[in-house]
């Protein structure tokens, strides 16, 4: 091994900090070392802490399972896997009752029920909330539990390290140097890719660079075409836009075009609360587009919804007396490392949960909610398999001496490959507009190095999985292939080093 890069040793490896990550590190054995390795310092850094509507969990007199269930195939356009969907159903009440006996303070009724929020695509209100920061709520809990059981590396994954074709760990970039970092098991929890687009509701650290490290390694990635759009993102601001929660038209907001015509009944007779797509779409197509909150009226909102509403203002709207602009941007991740219903990659030893990774709950479109009820779930199941699979193996021996290349970033780069996907890998693309885009970012992967390179490798597998799928189906959209297709429903589109 190279004398300049450190070792660490565990029985398990995390990369990433967030709710999929965090959840497992609590779900594997007491006595274990567990090693967190996150991208930086502080709490609000990954997409959990941000999410707002709530955690979808079938608990309402009017709910169950099953319709949970058919509200999530509906919304994933016959792209879902089925075992998937039913691990989510079947498991998400447990997960929530774990997490209120944590201490989890989600709202509730003078009954003492959940109050919950109807978010897109469901059919009875079923997002158990807190106020409008439920993800905030759930990491305030979940990262003190798992101080007490991980240890905090503060670093970036730049490698998967493998041990005759088994996952040993990864290596990893910290302010004092390289360190490898070996465990036995190890779990890639890194969340999605919004941060690639010119516009996104996600953190700057979202930029699909765990999706970069697995198929480098040699994994299967899945459904890298489904790239979920937020349609009420506020229309003003720079790469970050302030995101303007689903539950707010749930709870009665609509959307107008310029002259006040509230329109998209026109386009879906759910309005309003229709599948995240089709309100996406009609809300880029009528160019000008606006949330009128008023119907909702002042008291509530400033109760219900108070950190959208102080986000609002500091943006320059009252949400209270006026519609405010609104525009789609880049939300959510629906595709990523290819796992089983138990967390498992094609890579023996490497698991992953959350965001980054396609276990198929989502299909062609992500049901609200279903996020933070996913991330839980898988990440508990991943983290039992971990433990079972883990008696057998031993810590690694890693002898890499690798060196990785470091080139200089140009300051148009970043900029470039936002574009680039935003202009060709966004709400509507054609066969045309993916090939430019890959140009673009197959140029700056063999140009580039760290995080800008990871990204651009993601972007291109975006862009080639797009180009696969000629159709169009949930949040893929191909202006060439407008129509749904029926040799398409439940086809997975995969792409690996090795195919």
């Known amino acids: ?45 990954g997409s959990s802490p941000w999410a707002q509507g709530g955690m979808a969990v079938a608990v309402g007199p009017d709910d169950s399972p099953s319709l949970h269930a058919t509200d999530t195939f509906r919304a994933g356009a016959d792209a879902c896997r089925e075992d998937a969907v039913q691990a989510l159903v079947d498991e998400a009440r447990e997960a929530l009752d774990e997490l209120v006996l944590l201490g989890c303070l989600f709202d509730r009724g003078q009954d003492g029920s959940f109050d919950l929020n109807r978010e897109g695509g469901q059919t009875v209100a079923r997002s158990v909330h807190s106020a409008d920061a439920t993800g905030r709520e759930i990491m305030r809990v979940v990262v003190a539990e798992a101080t007490k059981r991980a240890r905090r590396i503060v670093g970036v994954a730049q490698r998967i390290l493998l041990d ?33 687009y010119e516009q996104t ?38 790469v970050r ?54 119907p909702i009226g002042a008291a509530h909102l400033r109760e219900r919804f108070p950190n959208v509403t102080k986000a609002v203002a500091d943006a320059g709207f009252d949400l209270t007396s006026q519609p405010v602009p609104i525009a789609p941007a880049a939300h959510y991740f629906l595709g990523g490392v290819a796992t089983d219903t138990l967390g498992r990659t094609t890579i023996p030893g490497l698991f992953a949960a959350g965001e980054c990774a396609a276990t198929g709950v989502h299909g062609a479109n992500r049901m609200a909610g279903n996020s933070l009820a996913e991330a839980v779930v898988f990440g508990e199941r991943a983290a039992m398999t971990m433990t079972d699979e883990a008696e057998t193996t031993a810590i690694p021996v890693v002898d890499d001496t690798e060196e990785v290349v470091v080139r200089a970033i140009k300051a148009e780069d970043w900029p470039r490959l936002r574009h680039a996907l935003s202009s060709g890998a966004g709400l509507i693309r054609t066969k045309e507009s993916l090939l430019a885009a890959c140009g673009v970012l197959d140029d700056l992967t063999g140009s580039s190095s760290g995080a800008l390179r990871a990204a651009a490798v993601a972007g291109t597998l975006i862009c080639r999985a797009a180009l696969k799928r000629e159709e169009s189906r949930g949040v893929h959209f191909r202006s060439d292939h407008p129509g749904s297709e029926k040799r398409w429903e439940e086809r997975h589109v995969t792409l690996s080093l090795n195919p």
Request: glycine content about 14%; charged content about 20%; aromatic content about 4%.
């Open 201 to 238: 509701t996600n953190p700057e650290t979202a930029t699909g660079d765990g999706i970069a490290l697995a198929y480098e390694a040699g994994a299967e990635v899945a459904d890298c075409e489904f790239v979920q759009f937020h349609p009420t993102a506020l229309g003003v601001g720079g």
């Open 241 to 294: 836009r302030v995101l303007l929660t689903e539950a707010l038209r749930g709870d009665g907001a609509i959307v107008v075009d310029s002259s006040g015509k509230r329109f998209l009944l026109d386009a879906h007779p759910d309005g309003e609360l229709a599948p995240r797509d089709v309100v996406a779409r009609a809300i880029a197509a009528a160019g000008e587009a606006f949330l009128d909150a008023r």
């Open 1 to 45: 091994m190279s004398t300049d890069v450190g070792l660490l040793r565990a029985d398990a490896v995390i990369v990433g900090g967030g709710l999929a990550g965090l959840w497992a590190a609590l779900h594997l054995p007491a006595e274990w070392e567990v090693l967190v390795v996150d991208k930086g310092r502080g709490p609000d850094l």
């Open 164 to 196: 005759d074709g088994r996952c040993a760990g990864v290596r990893v970039a910290t302010d004092h140097g390289d360190v490898d970092v070996i465990g036995r098991a190890t779990l890639l929890a890194v969340g999605g890719c919004g941060a690639l």
